[in-house]
Structures are given as structure tokens and as C-alpha cells.
């Protein structure tokens, strides 16, 4: 996951940046650069690979700007070598960016038709041009920035700097995390307050939607239509621990908003934006000789791997048996030699899950750990690692590990489903292109949790709680009440929709909620009907669907929640968002140890 670090200070900047990108390294990187001004005019150094091979570089020829830009590269558009690594330049202009620019083809393709020529194959490189023409045109920098900003489509965090100005950084957030921190006639830039701690603890966060311009002695920050806003100024504690909550109550609600941003890092991991393809992986199997796929998991990881059954099934034709890790590994389950496994851990450490992956060892299957933890057991006994790259996960109730977990499940799917010949190119290309909305998709459902907040105030009135779905929201449902009982220890049971004739009928009366999750698709009508069976018995229906649901619906309700339109693919992932707000805020009116619920650990290491 990228990392952004900008300084405006009076003493070389260089080997700041370095440092307050060790800080970031956590999120995960492939390449590293740093640009400053030096005489007036842009010098920067990159390099594939760890910050060591920076620290070389910067050491073999040093850069002595007192301001600066620097940046971790996780690969998205583009392999991960120096020429990708950021920063970008255009005519003047440099610019760091972590996130996906959705529009990025269009834009490339309207600056290459006026002559404008790109050196690499990211889509960062479109913002730099976007700002050069903009100055070309007679706009000063400030204001080419902001007009280069209303053109761009996705999530993004960008700082942007501009030779012969050795007092200006200008910075924006869309999605991913961006924090301005004050100095004593000096000025920075971070993705968190880890990187700024060695500088200061003085924060101001930016929100969804800021540009800040900032210099030496002030910063003013602005929304998209140019319009002045403050923002709080506070203290952080980046100091004292390796993470920290940001101005988030509690670590869940970070990671809840984080979403977005590391949602988009795991799909640049196996999803090739710039060519409209699912990556070719060197996995132990060959998919298109498979002939089926065994997927085992704990709690959340589990869920993920059913809706992954789903994908699979659904995109590639490739059956698969999905199982609770601790029934899998005892009951000896008879495996084909022209099978695969693969195993779901956050941690990678999860006893049951670990013992069933030894099984499969034993029968001779080949291996793959979808994992958060690169060094953890589960990953170094694997023929493969597929990689989450959701950062750390602090908050005991799994949440962006489980949209992460969902994204690698539906690139592989999609992948799969190419290896077997039932996704043509063309379908390909709209699969990729739909999955590189889910950023920004996932960055407006967030924005949902005023209203969210206020339903969840009334379910924590209740003592049980039911929620429904069909097809992959019958998994969403599960993790829902999961999430309920895991945060707020209400009592809910997720159900197919389908079933409720078929006994959990019998518990709906005047005071049982009944949570349903009903994107307008295929099967909603399906499920219109069941909820006019609860609505027939007096149940309050709380209904999570897009626009077109939420009119077609003719079923009372307590609250709708309208999500945008999405498509099929990614609704699992983002529909997952509003589930996870649901028992957040519940938890919190109740006053439970949201972060730590009781009785829970974040890895179960025993059976």
C-alpha cells in the first residue's frame, strides 16, 4: 500500500523523507523514490525494491532541497521497476499519488492526442500531465492543481510539487488517508501520523473530498468547489505506538475507512488496470486442468471463502467444496490428485485452519494461503502465497481483512475463469474494469454512516436480530449477524432467504428486526417476497439495497439504506461496508469494548 511523505522545511529534506517512509513500511512496497528542488529546478532519485536501495542511491548522489516529496510504490498500473516508481514529472511538475484514477485511459489518451508524451505505464502520470497543461494554459500552480483534481475519477491521495516554488506543497485526498502536520516555520505531509511522528505531533486530517495548499508558516485547505474549510487541528499519539487510531474513536472505525484504499492496493496485487486483465500467476495448479477446489477457513475467512465458491462456480465452472476448518480437518475429506486447496487466514496463524492445510500436504494437494501475514506459518507452508494487503488489522472483528480477502477471491476467480476458457477477452475487460470501481464505490458507501449510525441506534434496542440474502449476500448475511454478536453480543442468526419459511419464520413478531441485504438483481423479486412475509407478521425490516431496489420495493420498512449502483461482481465487497457499520455503531451506543470484544483473540492459535 503506498506510502506519501511531503516536507516544506529550511534544512535538506532528503533524508527525512527516507526515514519517515521507513515508518510506512508496514503498508507494503515495491519501489521508493524522493524528489526535491534544488537551484530552483526538480531532482529526484528512485529505485526498485526496498529503501535500502534508495539510501544507495541518495548516498551515491545526495539531493540537498529543503523541500521535498517522497513516496512507497505498491504496484497497480504498471510492473514494479524504477521507471514506474514515483515520482512523476511533467514539464515542471512533480506529483507522488497512492489510489487508482479510474478515468486514467480516457485522460491518457485525450493528453496523448495533445502531444504529450509518457514515459511510464502508471496512471499517476496522467495527474502530472493533467497539471502542466493546466499551467501551459496560463493557470498558476495552485490553480492547475485544483482544476487537474475536478478531472480525476477514483481513490486517491496526491501531493504535488512545482519547480521554482520552494515554498509550496500541494495535497489531496479522495479515499486514502492524508494528514497535514505542523512545524515550527515548517510543514508536512504524511498517509498517517506514523510518518510524521519524528516531526511533530500536531495533526490536521484531511476528509474526503480536501485539497490543502500548503506551505512553511500556513496551510489552507479547500473542498472541490474552491471553497475555504477548516478542519480540527489535534494532537497524535504516532509517537507512542507502531499504529494509531488517526481522529478515529476506535481502531475498527480506522479500519472500516481504510477500506477503500487497501481494497484498491489488493486488486492492483492480481489485476493487471492498465491492460483491462487478470494477472497470469504462478500458482502450483494449472486452472484450466483443475477439476475441483477445496477452500477452508475460520469465522469471517470462511465467508469470504464462501462467497469466493460462489465466483468460482458462477466465472470459471470450477466446482468447489468449501468447509469450516475445524470439520475439515477431521473429517477426512478424499481428495482428487487434480484438486487445489486453498486456505483463508488473516493472521495465518489460525490452529484449525493451519491443521487442515497439513492434510491437504499429506494427500499431496497443492497449496494456496490467501493470508495478511507473509511471515506467518500457514504463509511458509504453502506451494503459494496470495497476498491481502490490508495493512494491520488492530480491531479483533475482521473487517477491511475480509473485503481484502473478497478481492482476492474475485480476481482469482476471474482469472480462473479466463484458464478455463468461460470468460472471453472482452468480458475480461469489463470484469477488471468493473473491479477497479470498487475504490471509489467502497469511498461513498463509507460516507453512508450518518445514517447508519441512527438505525444502528434503534437495533441496539433489541435482544435478537435475523438477517437475510440470497446468493452472495447469504454470506453477507452470516457475516452480519457474526459481526453483531462478535461486537455488541446481541443474538442474530444469518439466513438464506429461501429458508425462512422453513423454521426461522416461527421468531418473527412486532419486535424482531429483520436485517436484508437485496441489491436490485436478478433475484430481488425473490426476495421482496420473503420480506413481505415479515412484514405480514409485524417484523421491522431494515433493508440494505441500491436505488433501483429501494423503488421497486413494495415492502414497508424501518429504514432503507441506498447504496450506489454497482456492479455484480463487487457488490459482495461493498455491501460488506454497511453490515460492518451496522454492528459497529450498534457496539458503540451500547458501550461494549468495540476493539476488543470479550472472550475473542484477533488469532486463534489453538483449537
Known amino acids: 500500500m503506498c506510502g506519501i511523505v511531503g516536507i516544506v522545511g529550511h534544512t535538506p529534506v532528503a533524508p527525512l523523507i527516507v526515514d519517515a517512509l521507513k515508518r510506512l513500511e508496514y503498508r507494503g512496497y515495491d519501489s ?155 510543514m508536512y505531509l504524511g498517509s498517517d501520523a506514523i510518518a510524521l511522528a519524528p516531526f511533530t505531533n500536531s495533526i490536521t486530517y484531511l476528509e474526503d473530498g480536501d485539497w490543502a495548499v500548503v506551505r512553511r508558516n500556513e496551510i489552507a485547505i479547500f473542498d472541490m468547489d474552491g471553497n475555504k474549510v477548516e478542519r480540527k487541528r489535534q494532537q497524535s499519539i504516532g509517537t507512542s505506538f507502531l499504529v494509531d487510531k488517526g481522529n478515529h474513536r476506535h481502531f475498527m472505525h480506522k479500519e472500516i475507512h481504510e477500506q477503500p484504499e487497501v481494497i484498491s492496493h489488493t486488486l492492483g496485487n492480481y ?133 481484502c480477502q473478497l478481492s482476492v477471491m474475485a480476481a482469482l476467480a476471474v482469472r480462473a475463469g479466463v484458464a478455463r476458457g468461460h470468460i472471453s477477452p472482452d468480458e475480461e475487460q469489463k470484469l477488471v474494469k468493473q473491479l477497479a470501481e470498487a475504490p471509489r464505490l467502497a469511498s461513498q458507501v463509507v460516507k453512508l454512516e450518518e445514517q447508519i449510525e441512527k438505525v444502528s441506534r434503534d437495533l441496539a434496542h433489541h435482544r435478537d436480530v435475523l438477517y437475510l440474502g440470497r446468493d452472495t449476500n447469504f454470506p453477507l448475511a452470516l457475516e452480519g449477524a457474526l459481526k453483531l454478536k462478535e461486537l455488541s453480543y446481541i443474538h442474530a442468526e444469518g439466513y438464506a432467504a429461501g429458508e425462512l419459511k422453513h423454521g426461522p419464520i416461527a421468531l418473527i413478531d412486532e419486535n424482531m428486526p429483520v436485517v436484508v441485504i437485496a441489491p436490485y438483481d436478478r433475484i430481488f423479486e425473490k426476495t421482496v417476497s420473503n420480506m413481505q412475509e415479515v412484514a405480514a407478521r409485524g417484523g421491522k425490516i431494515i433493508l440494505i439495497t441500491d436505488k433501483k431496489g429501494a423503488e421497486k420495493s413494495t415492502v414497508n420498512t424501518i429504514d432503507t439504506i441506498v447504496l450506489p449502483d454497482v456492479p455484480e461482481i463487487i457488490a459482495p465487497i461493498l455491501y460488506a461496508l454497511p453490515v460492518q457499520m451496522l454492528a459497529y455503531f450498534t457496539a458503540v451506543f451500547m458501550g461494549t469494548d468495540v476493539d476488543q470484544p470479550r472472550n475473542l483473540a484477533k488469532s486463534v492459535t489453538v483449537e
Not at 510504490?73 to 515542471?92: K, L
Not at 497470469?280 to 469470504?304: M, N, Q, V
Not at 497476498?387 to 480491531?395: D, N, Q, V
Open 271 to 403: 489485476i493487471d488496470f492498465t491492460n483491462g486483465k487478470a494477472k497470469a500467476l504462478e500458482l502450483p495448479w494449472d486452472f484450466a486442468k483443475i477439476d475441483r477446489l477445496a477452500i477452508s477457513a475460520c469465522g469471517t475467512a470462511y465467508l469470504a471463502g464462501l462467497i469466493g465458491k460462489y465466483w468460482f462456480e458462477r466465472l470459471a465452472r470450477l466446482p468447489v467444496d468449501i468447509d469450516i476448518a475445524s470439520e475439515f480437518r477431521y473429517r477426512e475429506m478424499p481428495l482428487s490428485k487434480n484438486s487445489a486447496a486453498l486456505f483463508v487466514s488473516q493472521s495465518g496463524e489460525t490452529a484449525d485452519t493451519l491443521a487442515s492445510l497439513r492434510y491437504c500436504r499429506k494427500e499431496g494437494v497443492p497449496i494456496g494461503v490467501v493470508v495478511n501475514v507473509r511471515e506467518s506459518t500457514m504463509a511458509r507452508e504453502a506451494d503459494v502465497i496470495l497476498p491481502t494487503l490490508a495493512g494491520p488489522e488492530i480491531g479483533v472483528a475482521s473487517t477491511k481483512a475480509f473485503t
Open 32 to 186: 521508493a523514490g524522493v524528489a526535491t528542488i534544488e537551484h530552483g529546478e526538480l531532482a529526484r532519485r528512485r529505485a526498485e525494491g526496498k529503501l535500502v536501495n534508495l539510501e544507495r542511491k541518495l548516498h551515491a548522489e545526495p539531493l540537498d532541497g529543503t523541500i521535498g516529496i517522497g513516496h512507497t510504490r505498491w504496484a497497480t498500473h504498471g510492473v514494479p521497476n524504477e521507471t514506474n516508481a514515483h515520482p512523476h514529472f511533467s514539464n515542471g511538475v512533480a506529483i507522488v499519488h497512492n489510489g487508482i484514477i479510474e478515468n486514467f485511459a480516457e485522460l491518457r489518451d485525450e493528453l496523448i492526442a495533445d502531444g504529450y508524451n509518457f514515459a511510464s505505464q502508471t496512471d499517476t502520470e496522467v495527474v502530472a500531465h493533467l497539471v502542466s497543461r493546466e499551467m501551459a494554459r496560463g493557470a498558476k500552480p495552485v490553480e492547475a492543481a485544483h482544476k487537474a483534481l475536478k478531472r480525476l475519477e477514483g481513490a486517491f491521495a496526491l501531493a504535488i510539487m512545482f519547480k521554482g516554488d520552494e515554498d509550496l506543497i500541494v495535497g489531496a485526498r479522495n479515499g486514502p488517508p492524508l494528514a497535514v502536520g505542523h512545524g515550527e516555520g515548517e
